[in-house]
Nanobody, 126 residues
Framework: QVQLTESGGGWVHTGGSLRLSCAASGRAFSRSTMGWFRQAPGKEREFVGACNWGAGTTDYADSVKGRFTISKDNAKNTVYLQMNSLKPEDTAVYYC???????????????????WGQGTQVTVSS
């Protein structure tokens, strides 16, 4: 049983930082793509970023590029989303997702991911 558990959400002022964690369990993730998505009230879920678990290749949405960084800790089976220079428009529920992948390719659609976490709320106030 694959399980993804996010943590680290919270409330910050504009310009602040948060680091989200996604702890993965239940399978070997060495050949997986890990993604981060977010969904604001009344909006569709949108891609934030993704990384290849093995090589660490990353991909980011234009809206977060230069502000958000994905990293991983293989020993802890955990992926992180470091969010800096946060803006009110970053307010959303953030989800991590995973899908088996033997070769890196950009995966920006939620349908491309098999496993999902429960989400963690991030609120940025102006």
């Amino acid at each position: 049983q694959v399980q993804l558990t996010e943590s680290g959400g919270g409330w910050v002022h504009t310009g602040g930082s948060l680091r989200l964690s996604c702890a993965a369990s239940g399978r070997a993730f060495s050949r997986s793509t890990m993604g981060w998505f977010r969904q604001a009230p009344g909006k569709e879920r949108e891609f934030v970023g993704a990384c290849n678990w093995g090589a660490g290749t990353t991909d980011y949405a234009d809206s977060v590029k230069g502000r958000f960084t994905i990293s991983k800790d293989n020993a802890k089976n955990t992926v992180y989303l470091q969010m800096n220079s946060l803006k009110p428009e970053d307010t959303a529920v953030y989800y991590c997702a995973a899908t088996p992948s033997f070769r890196w390719s950009r995966r920006r659609l939620s349908d491309e991911y098999v496993y999902w976490g429960q989400g963690t709320q991030v609120t940025v106030s102006s």
